[in-house]
């Protein structure tokens, strides 16, 4: 005679099998990478954001600069903290794979997960609009891409604050997905129904410089 136990089993597999496998398909249907970044200035300022795109046709490297359809990004987005951590300002950097900012600079290793090179994002022509950049020296001097990333503040239409500064790097990190977890937590509890007769019970300082918005030099 089968146990109550055996019984609950084989009734509950098949159920376990479907929701194992809509997940599995719902996975591989979303192909979406989504990824944020973080850097923290010497003064306290910081910034935090997220972008995302497609891994089936991103190449190993992104590029993308100046406003327009983007290459690769699907989306991004950042946001700026005082150093009593008040939201200053945010922007939509890239929405639906267009950029709305003629100075964007962003480059990404999707191999290595780092990013590097020209960084410059957050750049609006708006009053109190606020950008990080690591190819625009204070004096209003675009330079090559270096170590130390600026933050900015537009004070008027043709003048721009220094908020902070730092050489800490900026950092991407992958963002978990929650249907991953659930599925291999399925797929688990799927196999202990299926190998076992028994179901287990378990617990479960400012400085003012010039910025032309009219060109990109």
């Keep these: 005679m089968k146990s109550f136990f055996s ?15 809509s997940i599995v398909a719902s996975t591989n249907l979303a192909q979406a990478a989504d990824l944020t970044f ?26 993308e600069s100046g406003a327009g359809a983007t290459k690769a990004l ?22 639906n794979s267009v950029s709305s900012n003629q100075f964007f600079e962003f480059n990404f290793d999707t191999t290595t997960g780092n990013l590097f090179g020209a960084f410059d994002v957050g750049t609006g022509s708006r009053i109190g609009d606020v950008f990080l950049s690591n190819v ?9 891409p270096g170590a130390t990333s600026y933050l900015y503040q537009n004070i008027t239409a043709d003048y721009s604050q220094l908020l902070d500064s730092s050489t800490n ?4 990190s992958a963002v978990s997905e929650p249907t991953n977890i659930l ?22 300082k400012p400085k003012k410089i010039y910025r032309s918005y009219a060109s990109k030099v």
Aim: hydrophobic share 45%.
């Design 136 to 144: 625009e020296a204070p004096g209003r001097i675009f330079i090559s």
């Design 169 to 172: 790097q900026i950092k991407a």
């Design 38 to 63: 973080n850097w923290k200035g010497d003064a306290g300022y910081s910034a935090s954001g997220s972008f995302s795109y497609d891994e089936t046709t991103t190449p190993a490297i992104i590029s």
């Design 183 to 204: 599925g291999t937590l399925v797929v688990g509890i799927l196999g202990i129904a299926l190998s076992s007769n028994k179901i287990t019970f378990f617990s479960r």
């Design 74 to 95: 699907q989306s991004l987005n950042i946001s700026f903290f005082n150093p009593s951590q008040q939201l200053i300002a945010t922007k939509d950097e890239v929405v």
């Design 7 to 21: 019984l609950a089993a084989a009734q509950v597999a098949p159920s376990l099998a479907l929701c194992a496998t």
